[in-house]
């Protein structure tokens, strides 16, 4: 029994919190979220060069070959740093191609896409199907047709991993005939979404995985992003202590004053808790696949919640200062709040946690 | 990282378990009280005879030299049989580990192996009705006389006091020192006419704890713990070994609650169908569950923290503010869920499994109370592990 990091896990998130650090300053992530595209070439390169597009992809296609727990990590740190970046897209298509591609597919789409030459994003939802996760309508065969909307920086990517009704994945480049990819609006300018439509397109692929295939690269989407958003509590958390101590009214630090500090407290237990979440699911990942779907919910049904509104509750902290676009605040609430709402929200996670433990299925136990 | 027991864990964890299988003594007698503490003692003898009693305590001293792990298995497996306390609850928590850390070899001597057997019950006298959270500011007074003390004052919450031989008393013997400086730990005899204990009736209409009364009472020398004018470290350690303590077996308990709680939903009608089947009540139900699941890594990652520190943390003040959310909150749940008979009080023909969950709601009241208010920790959070400003 060891909760807790290990050296080597312990390397991985300083070398991602410097480096995420000296790349992605406010100014740097106010640019990219400013621009057109959205997308940072040169920081998407370095991310690279680290390994960490390959991150948790097997090492015969050109991965690292690490772990769940690993993938936490840096999550973790990425949202921390508030990172715009399509890695988290990358990671879970890559997951996909990992766990329902064949051999030769894998070394077209997927080692490319381990060592950053190629990105591909999941495209999931359909226009007229529920926003709901592992719920697909659209149609298999020779050809797909249809709209899937809110797919995550397609914008910039090479590939879409599209998902259809009978749980199947197809490779369909971005520039096949018959695709129109066009931007959406989120609340989280540190994202994009994109609207993918199919006109009679004819995938490059079909991967032979079937729809079971997916579940634990789902799972463990949700534990990347989950992890992702206990990050953003952890950086919230950090900038309301450090103002709560300066910040000086009625002649004392308002820390000091209990209405602030018990928020700062109510603050930490939400991060901590996320954080434990996320680690047992990650670990669970890793060491006990059967607990995952469970244990990911839990994570992310938490997640989805501390993620949002640790921020929400750094914005009272900081009062009038944090309310305003100066401020980089509204930026981790924004992005917190999309997270919650991405991969099942906390509404649909409970569900499937409220199904387990009715059915009197027990968390990951040891002692 | 590793959640996963080492082979020579889990081994204990199933003798643990076996043990526990074959000698469980059944539920707690429902009579008063005096049955219930005799239940109890006869229960620590036999856990005290298969080495169970005081299983953190080192070997030295009778106790079984467990490790933290250890200790978490045996308190969690203990609380998922629902296996009954022992009645010297109070002693071998904290008054037998303060002896072994700070007594003299006599007090070892003298004290230690009646502590594991129950023979002598042991009270803790620290809260006062003026001194609640701010405990440094207690009044109760000890005087020096020749080589006795004689105390005075008044102490409150004194769970157990009516059978307790032992208090382990926190007095104020320089009032002109530092609130803080000016305090000594003594072990007082409760067996003499200058202790007066009355019991307090609680909201639940038990009178689990007592005020305990001194008028000059006597206390000889040899009884301080830790010399005088250092009770308010003593005391600490105290506290300290309480915390440490309760984490895996009020998480087990908890979990027993959630199973019980689910099974309630399940069999309370609903709309054709069950309050299982209700979406409100399924997602308050869920979101329990995630909350335990928290609070039990949490556990995990502060129990790796103090294997590799050897203190436990301010952080640990994280999981007794939970426990007490996530109590109260299973307590509400099961009544909303109960709906109109949860109006019965326990007893009542027609209440719902008993009473228990209007007994359980109105206990728990408590939870955000005793052993350090969830407001006081909440500072404690704020000042020692966020590092904000005291306001005082």
């Avoid at chain 1, 979220?33 to 920081?43: H, I, L, R, Y």
Wanted: aromatic share 8%.
């Amino acid at each position: 029994m060891y909760f807790d990091l290990t050296d080597e896990q312990q390397a991985i998130k300083s070398t991602a919190k410097g480096f995420l650090a000296s790349r992605f300053k406010s100014e740097r992530i106010r640019e990219i979220a400013a621009s057109e595209s959205g997308f940072d070439e040169a920081g998407w390169k370095e991310m690279a060069e680290l390994g960490w597009a390959g991150l948790a992809l097997p090492e015969e296609w050109g991965g690292q070959g690490l772990g769940t727990v690993e993938l936490a990590v840096l999550f973790e740190e990425m949202g921390y740093a508030l990172a715009p970046s399509p890695l988290l897209s990358n990671t879970i298509a890559g997951l996909a191609l990992a766990a329902g591609a064949s051999d030769e597919q894998k070394e077209r789409w997927l080692r490319p896409l381990a060592e950053g030459e190629l990105r591909g994003t999941p495209a999931l939802i359909d226009a007229d199907g529920p926003a709901e996760p592992m719920s697909f309508s659209m149609g298999a065969g020779d050809t797909l047709s249809g709209e899937k909307t809110l797919v995550l920086d397609a914008g910039d990517a090479d590939f879409f991993l599209v998902a259809t009704a009978d749980g199947g994945r197809h490779v369909v480049e971005k520039g096949a005939d018959g695709v129109t990819v066009s931007a959406e609006e989120s609340i989280d300018p540190t994202r994009r979404l994109f609207t993918v439509r199919l006109d009679g397109v004819r995938p490059e692929a079909t991967l032979p995985g079937s729809g079971e295939d997916y579940h634990p690269v789902f799972h463990r989407a949700c534990v990347a992003l989950a992890a992702e958003s206990t990050g953003l509590a952890q950086r919230a958390l950090e900038m309301s202590v450090e103002y709560a101590k300066d910040r000086q009214q009625f002649g004392r630090p308002i820390g000091a004053y209990q209405a602030v500090s018990h928020r700062c407290a109510q603050m930490l237990l939400e991060t901590e808790n996320s954080r434990s979440a996320v680690f047992g699911a990650a670990w669970a990942a890793d060491a006990e696949p059967e607990s995952l779907p469970l244990a990911a919910s839990m994570a992310k049904a938490y997640a989805s919640d501390a993620g949002w509104r640790v921020p929400d509750a750094a914005i009272q902290v900081h009062g009038g200062i944090g309310f305003t676009w100066e401020h980089d605040l509204h930026f981790f609430l924004k992005r917190g709040r999309a997270n919650a709402a991405m991969f099942g929200d906390a509404k649909w996670h409970r569900e499937r946690v409220a199904d387990s433990v009715l059915a009197g299925e027990t968390a990951p136990a040891s002692a | 990282m590793d959640l996963t027991l080492s082979p020579s864990e889990e081994e204990f964890r199933e003798e643990v378990r076996s043990w526990l299988q074959e000698n469980h003594p059944g539920p707690e007698p429902e009579a008063g009280l005096d049955e219930v503490m005799a239940f109890r003692r006869e229960w620590q003898l036999r856990l005290h005879a298969a080495g169970w009693a005081g299983i953190s305590w080192p070997k030295e001293y009778g106790g079984r030299g467990a490790t933290m792990i250890e200790q978490a298995i045996f308190a969690a497996e203990a609380s998922r049989q629902e296996a009954p306390s022992p009645a010297n609850v109070l002693g071998l928590a904290m008054g037998g580990p303060v002896v072994i850390a700070h007594g003299t070899d006599e007090q070892k001597a003298r004290y230690l192996e009646p502590i594991l057997t129950g023979e002598e019950i042991w009270c803790q006298g620290f809260s006062e009705p003026e001194s609640g959270s701010d405990l440094a500011s207690l009044k109760t007074r000890a005087v020096k006389d020749g080589d006795e003390w004689v105390v005075t004052g008044q102490k409150v919450w004194t769970t157990f006091a009516q059978y307790a031989k032992w208090c382990m008393l926190v007095a104020r013997t320089d009032s002109d020192a530092p609130k803080h400086q000016g305090l000594t730990y003594f072990l007082m005899d409760m067996e003499q006419d200058g202790v007066q204990t009355r019991p307090l009736v609680q909201i639940t209409g038990e009178g689990e704890f007592n005020e305990v009364f001194f008028e000059e009472a006597r206390v000889p020398d040899a009884n301080v713990v830790g010399g005088v004018g250092n009770g308010w470290a003593v005391a600490i350690t105290t506290l300290m070994n309480e915390r440490a303590g309760l984490a895996f077996g009020a998480i087990s308990q908890i979990q027993n609650s959630l199973g019980r709680l689910s099974k309630l939903a399940q069999e309370t009608p609903s709309n054709g169908g069950s309050v299982a089947d209700d979406s409100y009540f399924r997602q308050r139900i869920a979101q329990l569950h995630i909350e335990v699941e928290t609070m039990r890594l949490n556990a995990y990652r502060g129990l790796t923290k103090t294997m590799q520190s050897g203190i436990p943390g301010p952080e640990g003040s994280l999981g007794k503010w939970q426990w007490a959310d996530i109590n109260q909150d299973l307590t509400e749940l099961a009544l909303e869920i109960e709906g109109a008979y949860s109006m019965l009080a326990r007893g009542a023909d027609h209440a719902v499994s008993g009473g228990a969950w209007q007994y359980g709601f109105l206990r728990s009241r408590a939870n955000s109370i005793e052993g350090g208010t969830t407001d006081i920790l909440k500072n404690i959070i704020a000042e020692r592990v966020l590092g904000l400003p005291r306001l005082r």
